[in-house]
């Protein structure tokens, strides 16, 4: 009996053995199968991203070597005394605010604020630096350029802003009452910018006007054959004006570089004259152009909807539909208003306003 056991419990512990051996051994398979699976697999995982990033670059590049083409045939097709469209619009916009960013950036030391540093109300009344840290520094000193750009050649209308924020457009205006009278002798007469501005807005045949003579007047500043300067009125308004505005962005930046006992590099100044002069080659767009166009500046403290007019500087427009409340405006937005002649109304956004908003 004891010899049946023992023989039994060997038969068993043999059968145990080679099942062990048999489970084993699937398991090797299975792991060798898995691996060449993963290794097949991870091959062609490779194979088709190396595939795919070849793909992406080629289609980077054709898009690239397009953009060029376009806009390059944008910028030389168009004649820059007529009235710009839209896609030249954004890129003139665009260029204006690579030259800000790129004299702003903080990889610019000069430029950095120091921490523990105020600037000051005038350039800093919400107390901005201090609050955010010196890190976000650069919004504040490219909304501050932004503002000097607005005041100097945007804060007038309807293209007059070109000749600088003093200069009202009532002896411009005259012309045109005497040119209406001619054919229209009950023409309203106004007395005030602000009723200028509003006819402007309302008849259509002023508006044309405005149009077709600020087309003359930006064929006359830029042609080298017009008269000097001191021969030209409007020419010596805009002369003045650009170094105004020149001299206002070189004072901020040497301000600012001079808490780290730094001054303005020669690059430096080259940008701020470039940046002043696409300035005024888009404020005198707003002269030419029938529609109205206008830089949107929401108020410090304004609540905006992110969205097709407002993006947040560093996010976009990725949280789309949220409600912020505006600390910095870091840059304008750029609008259009109607069309100048069967439309007078209707507005909508060219350029998104970026805003820094205020942490609730």
């Not at 898995?34 to 992406?56: C, G, K, M, P, V």
């Not at 520094?137 to 945007?154: D, R, V």
């Not at 009452?177 to 005030?192: Q, S």
Request: hydrophobic share 35%; charged share 30%.
């Amino acid at each position: 009996m004891g010899l049946e056991k023992s023989k039994m419990q060997a038969k068993y512990e043999d059968v145990i053995a080679r099942m062990t051996m048999d489970h084993t051994q699937m398991l090797r398979n299975m792991e060798e199968q898995h691996r060449n699976i993963e290794w097949t697999s991870q091959n062609r995982l490779d194979s088709e991203a190396a595939q795919l990033r070849w793909e992406y670059e080629q289609k980077e590049q054709e898009r690239k070597e397009q953009e060029k083409r376009l806009v390059g045939q944008l910028l030389t097709s168009q004649n820059d005394n007529e009235a710009w469209p839209d896609d030249k619009l954004k890129y003139k916009f665009s260029e204006l605010r690579q030259l800000i960013d790129s004299t702003t950036s903080p990889r610019n030391k000069e430029f950095r604020i120091p921490d523990g540093h105020s600037l000051g109300f005038r350039l800093d009344p919400t107390n901005f630096s201090t609050r955010v840290g010196s890190g976000k520094s650069h919004y504040l000193l490219k909304s501050a350029i932004w503002k000097i750009l607005q005041e100097q050649f945007f804060s007038i209308p309807f293209g007059f802003g070109v000749f600088g924020p003093e200069k009202a457009p009532a002896e411009l205006m005259k012309v045109y009452f005497t040119w209406r009278e001619l054919f229209d002798m009950k023409n309203r007469k106004v007395a005030t910018s602000e009723d200028i501005f509003d006819l402007l807005r309302k008849d259509r045949i002023a508006n044309t006007w405005r149009s077709a003579t600020f087309q003359t007047i930006n064929e006359a500043l830029t042609t080298r054959s017009t008269l000097s300067h001191s021969e030209s009125l409007l020419a010596q308004f805009s002369a003045e004006n650009t170094q105004v505005a020149v001299d206002r962005i070189y004072a901020i930046l040497l301000e600012v570089a001079k808490l780290t006992n730094s001054g303005v590099r020669e690059e430096v100044e080259e940008q701020v004259h470039e940046m002043v002069r696409v300035s005024s080659q888009i404020a005198i767009q707003f002269g030419v152009h029938t529609a109205q166009l206008q830089l949107s500046l929401p108020a410090i403290g304004e609540k905006i909807e992110i969205g097709e007019n407002y993006h947040d500087c560093e996010d976009g427009d990725y949280n789309k539909g949220t409600i912020y409340t505006v600390d910095v405006v870091v840059v304008p937005g750029l609008e259009k208003i109607g069309d100048g002649r069967s439309d007078m109304i209707s507005k909508r956004s060219i350029v998104p306003c970026e805003i820094f908003p205020a942490e609730s």
